[in-house]
C-alpha cells in the first residue's frame, strides 16, 4: 500500500489549494482517511478525517475553509483548501486506516508530505 500526496505549492493568502492523494493496492477496506500537517518547529496535527461511520471532522483551526472529501472509484482523497492563511504554512502529509486484502488486517499508513507554503 502506497499513499501519493500531490498539490501542494506557494499561495498568496486568501486563494485555494486542492491536495490529493492517491492510494495505491489492494484495499479491502478503509476505516478512516486523514490529512495532517506539520508546521516548522511545531508538532504535527491532525487537519481532517473521513471516516466510514462518523463522517468528516476538522480542527478547530480550519473549520469552514477546509474540506475533505474522497472518490473511491478512483481511490483518491482530496484537503480542499480555501482561504488560505499564512499559519497553513506546513507540510500536508495523507495517512489512512487501511485493510489490505491480503492480510485482513487493520494498519495505518503515511504518504510522504506536499509543502504548502502561503505568503501574506
Known amino acids: 500500500v502506497q499513499l501519493q500526496a500531490s498539490g501542494g505549492g506557494l499561495a498568496q493568502a486568501g486563494v485555494s489549494l486542492r491536495l490529493s492523494c492517491a492510494v495505491s493496492?489492494?484495499?479491502?477496506?478503509?476505516?478512516?482517511m486523514a490529512w495532517y500537517r506539520q508546521a516548522p518547529g511545531k508538532e504535527r496535527e491532525l487537519v481532517a478525517k473521513l471516516t466510514s461511520a462518523t463522517g468528516t471532522s476538522y480542527s478547530d483551526s480550519v473549520t469552514g475553509r477546509f474540506t475533505i472529501s474522497k472518490d473511491l472509484a478512483k481511490k483518491m482523497v482530496y484537503l480542499q483548501m480555501d482561504s488560505l492563511k499564512p499559519e497553513d504554512t506546513a507540510v500536508y502529509y495523507c495517512?489512512?486506516?487501511?485493510?489490505?486484502?491480503?492480510?485482513?488486517?487493520?494498519?495505518?499508513?503515511w504518504g510522504r508530505g506536499t509543502l504548502v507554503t502561503v505568503s501574506s
Open positions: 495517512s489512512g486506516k487501511l485493510m489490505v486484502a491480503s492480510t485482513r488486517t487493520w494498519s495505518d499508513y
Open positions: 493496492g489492494n484495499i479491502f477496506a478503509t476505516n478512516y
